[in-house]
């Protein structure tokens, strides 16, 4: 390895260190493109390529009213004179700007092939052509008027604008993304009208935060529409902290067919998301089979999107179908918020709503401010010609005569008539046609007419009431221009609510409802005979095995085990064994512990309540969604002794339990005095000497207590007749009326 080489001495060279040398190159690098590249400014939305392009267009006449020029021109001109950073990146950002369905209020009007929301490219800028917007026209509103201020561009040889008058709130109507060094920014679209009506009430209540506008901008508009599924204190906290996000969903429709058929037909897309890769990635979900409910994908769209997706069979629910695309796929996207932007032009920072606003109103005012003064000095100037013009009217012949006699005609005219120079040069500089229209009636109805002018404007400059009026005025006549009654004013994208998938499995749901007959027998073997069987009598079992629980129920249902040691377990009646045979143990398919025994077994209800009692007489209600297991372990709910059991499990259905006992003592009590748990031992329902629980039964006390005899009639004792069976939970209750079944059980 040789030896480091010294530089050589003398001359201009300048020992500097690495490390020092770096972190400045980097810094300059760093602040150029958060400046000059990346950011966008606060009051008028737009970064500089953008502004340069619209300033080169508006230089070359292309108004909205004007003919198309090639955009090659366009490009050239903005690279030769504003932006020598290439012109691919230039087009892009033009093409970007002319885009319907990237550009909420696009700011260049393009014809030819500007690309598509498939996601193909625009045609090569020498055959595509372009002209501005009215939109881009409003941003570029007095700026002839010094209402901004200019700068030298690259090379010196002209001037640009810092940044355009804006007369609408571009940055957050259009937008803006851009990642510079250590930061980013990314707004999306917003309604120019509502922008427009929370302005107007920023500037009667200047202290307004970002909640109370929220009542005027519910949210972003995106060009492509599609449904903001976002909780709506998620969108608050986003506008007032300036961070956050929206999670967009794609507009879709059920269309009916021919045989009961359906498909869905997707008519709006999230925001920035290629169509054709959104149905790529579809295809290959289908073909990985992680879409079950889905059959087949196609895209029929035209001028609109029309995306046709049929499902995998007329059973399937559309909205289950849906969730689980919007699960996997892009049909459900989230659009970032991060209103990184250069406040006031210089500042890079991440602000609110409220302040996005502000800054751009503002600015108006400031363009307002600018504008009059300007405005001033044009009729100031105006009126000193015209005072000159009023007096030589007077003595027209003598000033004709000096100008053809005098050497030096200026100097004489100032000194017969006491003009200034001004005067005296606009009277050198009017042509002898101009001299028959020099009438002083006219020359004092304008006279009059600047004087009028005059003082409103200094008026107006020395209100700043008058000046945010005008500032109002002019907020109304844009959002006049695009209300929500006008095709671009209108807003597209609306509001909804996402539903909870988080315990949807998907493939279940691919399941076909149709009735069973659910049947259990005795020694804990169970099967599902196709549908509601009526009599069951006929139905075959293995050995000496026999019919213990049968009970009808659907496909789609969830059935509930209890076994005698307090756990509950959960079959699918889907992968339940048919009824041709004998069916499937039931130990088989969950993990039933050693000792423990099949209590009941029924069909899951959502919402229902259970009463659960062990055999020693205590016990508590539990909402029957909380013991649905996911496991084949179970959930423990009623804990029992070591030699104890659980009794029973019966539906809550009335406001009174009736309790009898194995020593036939018979309790009814308010359902109120037993507590509600998910799991534990429960409170003691009745007392017993010897013994347990036999039966129990929730029931309506006004409808009084029914049961079933040995002969399957149904006895009724009402509620009057009840009166010396009811007392207080823990209670030992008392003989059954005449009538009760030996068995000691309500049937």
Known sequence: MGKPV?????????????????????????????????????????????????????????????????????????????????????????????????????????????????????????????????????????????????????????????????????????????IAVGMATSIPPHNVAELCEAALYLIQHPDATSDQLLNFVPGPDFPTGGVIVERREQIAEAYRTGRGGFRVRARWSKEESQRGMWSVVVTEIPYSIPKSRLIEKIAELLQERKLPLVGDIRDESAEDVRIVIEPRSRTVDAEMMMESLFKLTELESRIPLNMNVLVGGVVPRVIGLSEALSEWLGHRREVLVRRSRHRLGKIEHRLEILGGLMIVYLDLDRVIRIIREEDEPKLELMKAFELTEIQA????????????????????????????????????????????????????????????????????????????????????????????????????????????????????????????????????????????????????????????????????????????????????????????????GRGFTAPADSLVANTRKGKLALNVDSNGRAALCVPVEGDHVAIIGENRKLLVFPLDQVPEMTRGKGVRLQRYKSGGVADAKVFKLDDGLTWLDTSGRTWTVAKDELAEWIGDRAGSGRLPPKGFPKNNRFG
């Open 6 to 178: 010294n530089p050589p001495s003398g001359g201009d060279i300048e020992s500097v260190e690495l490390q020092a040398a770096l972190e400045e190159r980097y810094l300059a690098y760093a602040l150029s493109t958060i400046m000059h590249r990346a950011l966008p400014d606060a009051r008028d939305g737009l970064k500089p390529v953008h502004r340069r392009i619209l300033y080169g267009m508006r230089l070359l006449r292309l108004d909205p009213g004007s003919a198309f020029k090639k955009s090659a021109k366009v490009v050239g001109d903005v690279m030769g004179s504003f932006h020598p950073h290439g012109d691919q990146a230039i087009y892009e950002a033009l093409v970007r700007l002319a885009q319907d369905f990237a550009s909420r209020y696009p700011l260049v009007d393009g014809q030819g092939n500007f690309g598509n929301i498939d996601g193909d490219g625009a045609a090569a800028y020498r055959y595509t052509e372009a002209r501005l917007t009215l939109v881009a026209g409003l941003l570029l509103d007095g700026i002839e008027e010094d209402a901004v201020d200019f700068r030298a561009n690259y090379d010196g040889s002209t001037d640009e604008p810092v940044v355009l008058p804006a007369a609408l709130p571009n940055l957050l109507a259009n937008g803006s993304q851009g």
């Open 425 to 616: 040069n606009a009277i050198l500089d009017t042509r002898l046609r101009s001299l028959r229209k020099l009438e002083e009636m006219e020359l004092k109805r304008e006279f009059d007419a600047l004087t009028e002018e005059k003082e409103q404007v200094l008026a107006l400059l020395d209100s700043e009431v008058k000046q945010w009026k005008l500032v109002a005025h002019q907020i109304r006549e844009v959002r006049k221009t695009f209300g929500p009654e006008t095709p671009l004013g209108r807003r597209r994208t609306t509001f909804g609510e996402a539903r909870d998938t988080s315990g949807i499995n998907f493939a279940e749901a691919m399941v076909e409802r149709e009735p069973i007959t659910v049947v259990v027998s005795q020694k804990g073997w169970i099967r599902a005979l196709k549908g509601h069987q009526p009599d069951l009598s006929s139905v075959q079992f293995k050995g000496d095995d026999k019919l213990a629980i049968s009970f009808h129920a659907e496909t789609t249902a969830k059935i509930l085990v209890v076994t005698t040691n307090g756990k509950v377990y959960t079959l699918d009646a889907s992968k339940l064994p048919g009824g041709r045979g004998f069916g499937d143990p039931i130990r088989l398919m969950v993990d039933i512990d050693e000792g423990a025994d099949i209590l009941t077994a029924f069909v899951h209800r959502p919402g229902v309540k259970l009463l659960l009692v062990g055999a020693d």
